[in-house]
């Protein structure tokens, strides 16, 4: 199989923006809500806060819980990778390029915290319940399966 974007037709598109002087496979660059990282990580929590999503900006008007203070203290030591059980903290431009193991019910799950995540929760990326994996009926699970060839 070819690999993406080396087709006859993916060769001409190029061509063709190339001509009109479109940059072509230059990844692009993160923002959130208009805003660049740079730009983010300047900012001060009061103006960051008028761009969080609904929740997040309530939940960081009303105050910093003890447990939440005592976590942003560890991100400021710059430890190497923070271990929490506070699945609620909201991921804040302070966090980008961190490691951060999240508790999530029986063991920790190391997250790298990347630009796409800012305004999430901690826990919406350490899962805590498995993937159901289903097999085949078992021996009298049905009644079809009470009947056994004999060869």
Known sequence: MAKRGTTAKSARRRARKAKRGEVVGRKKEFTYRGYTLEELQKMSIEELIEILP???????????????????????????????HDRDIIILPSLVGRKVAVHKGNSFEEITIKPEMIGHYLGEFALTRKMAKHTGVGVGATRSSKH????
Do not use: Y
């Open 54 to 84: 609904a929740r997040a900006r309530r939940s960081i008007k009303r105050g910093l819980l003890e447990k939440h203070q005592k976590f942003w203290k560890k991100v400021e030591r710059g430890d190497e990778v923070i271990r929490t």
């Open 148 to 151: 056994l060839p004999l060869k």
